[in-house]
T-cell receptor, first 113, second 111 residues
């Protein structure tokens, strides 16, 4: 079953605008990760935020985590056409003995030139 | 060269056939994973392996089997393919609990 659910399912913006995608999950986690998938390619890891962290930055990416609301957001600032891709959140759930990721269904981001 | 290589990249086959998808990695990672991706459903874990002697079922293992032939090789088999196994299949690797690295996928169509 899916753990993370991204919102919105699709987002279309103009180049230069900011893009915000949200992820909600159901159970306690050790960390939450964001991945990008370009059309026809595999997923690429973007950023990982641990359950005891609230915010993390990497270049034009900003990720927040609110464990009380079981939600995370990914902000891409000053978007570029090359940012067009699907974005997935993935959670590593706590309480288990094995490291596994559970992926959401993704947000398709289109950045128009 | 790609760090995680999947073969074949595309495959069309018929119902009832046995199919093997192969994954090899040059990253030296201990953990390997097989996922399938269906439109609107995201990625779902089929099997995973934490080392050569460790194989674990994932969320949707029925109808699939795997073999970890070496640290660098992890193959996925469909013993008797059925149309609802048509999907995009991804292999991934990780070193311990580090983020996963994905291959570019195998697009499998079963007629």
């Amino acid at each position: 079953s899916q753990q993370g659910e991204e919102d919105p399912q699709a987002l279309s913006i103009q180049e230069g605008e900011n893009a915000t995608m949200n992820c909600s999950y159901k159970t306690s986690i050790n960390n939450l990760q964001w991945y990008r998938q370009n059309s026809g390619r595999g997923l690429v890891h973007l950023i990982l935020i641990r359950s005891n962290e609230r915010e993390k930055h990497s270049g034009r990416l900003r990720v927040t985590l609110d464990t009380s609301k079981k939600s995370s957001s990914l902000l891409i600032t000053a978007s570029r056409a090359a940012d067009t891709a699907s974005y997935f959140c993935a959670t590593e759930n706590s309480g288990g003995s094995n490291y596994k990721l559970t992926f959401g269904k993704g947000t398709l981001l289109t950045v128009n030139p | 060269d790609a760090d995680v290589t999947q073969t074949p990249r595309n495959r069309i086959t018929k119902t009832g056939k046995r199919i093997m998808l192969e994954c090899s990695q040059t990253k030296g990672h201990d953990r390997m994973y097989w996922y399938r991706q269906d439109p609107g459903l995201g990625l779902r874990l089929i099997y995973y392996s934490f080392d050569v002697k460790d194989i674990n079922k994932g969320e949707i293992s029925d109808g699939y089997s795997v073999s970890r032939q070496a640290q660098a090789k992890f193959s996925l088999s469909l013993e008797s393919a059925i149309p609802n196994q048509t999907a995009l299949y991804f292999c991934a690797t990780s070193q311990g609990v580090q983020p996963q690295h994905f291959g570019d996928g195998t697009r499998l169509s079963i007629l």
